[in-house]
């Protein structure tokens, strides 16, 4: 009979089954003298660098009260410039605060959208 690991045995106590996603899978060694012997393989985890550009739940809540608050000092800073057909001016301003060009359009189309939907509601009122 084969030798159980420790993680098997109280799996097997527990009444779970062998192969759980958390450990990875069970690999049975086939050289050497531990051979027949079941071990887990170890799962590594996600690399930081795989997190980027997902949606938190922090910034997913913060997006949603903005509304409710309005906006921060320097972006009502910005849609001066929008309110005057100032566009070159106002995305320069935010590519200064934000840092990077296709940051500073997103931003910038985001503003311009805040400002036009008041305009948008008043023209379906009439």
């Given at each position: 009979?084969?030798?159980?690991?420790?993680?098997?045995?109280?799996?097997?106590?527990l009444g779970q089954p062998l192969r759980s996603?958390?450990?990875?899978?069970?690999?049975?060694?086939?050289?050497?003298?531990?051979?027949?012997?079941?071990?887990?393989?170890?799962?590594?985890?996600?690399?930081?660098?795989?997190?980027?550009g997902h949606l938190t739940k922090r910034s997913?809540?913060?997006?949603?009260?903005?509304?409710?608050?309005?906006?921060?000092?320097?972006?009502?800073?910005?849609?001066?410039?929008?309110?005057?057909?100032?566009?070159?001016?106002?995305?320069?301003?935010?590519?200064?605060?934000?840092?990077?060009?296709?940051?500073?359009?997103?931003?910038?189309?985001?503003?311009?959208?805040?400002?036009?939907?008041?305009?948008?509601?008043?023209?379906?009122?009439?």
């Amino acid at each position: 009979m084969q030798p159980i690991s420790k993680i098997m045995f109280l799996n097997l106590l527990l009444g779970q089954p062998l192969r759980s996603s958390s450990h990875g899978s069970a690999l049975v060694h086939c050289q050497g003298l531990n051979k027949g012997h079941t071990v887990i393989e170890n799962m590594s985890k996600l690399r930081h660098s795989h997190h980027h550009g997902h949606l938190t739940k922090r910034s997913k809540f913060l997006q949603g009260i903005q509304e409710v608050c309005g906006l921060v000092p320097w972006e009502r800073r910005a849609a001066e410039p929008l309110k005057v057909s100032k566009d070159k001016l106002a995305l320069r301003f935010i590519k200064k605060r934000l840092g990077t060009h296709i940051c500073a359009k997103r931003k910038w189309q985001e503003l311009s959208n805040v400002l036009a939907a008041p305009r948008k509601a008043a023209a379906n009122k009439d």
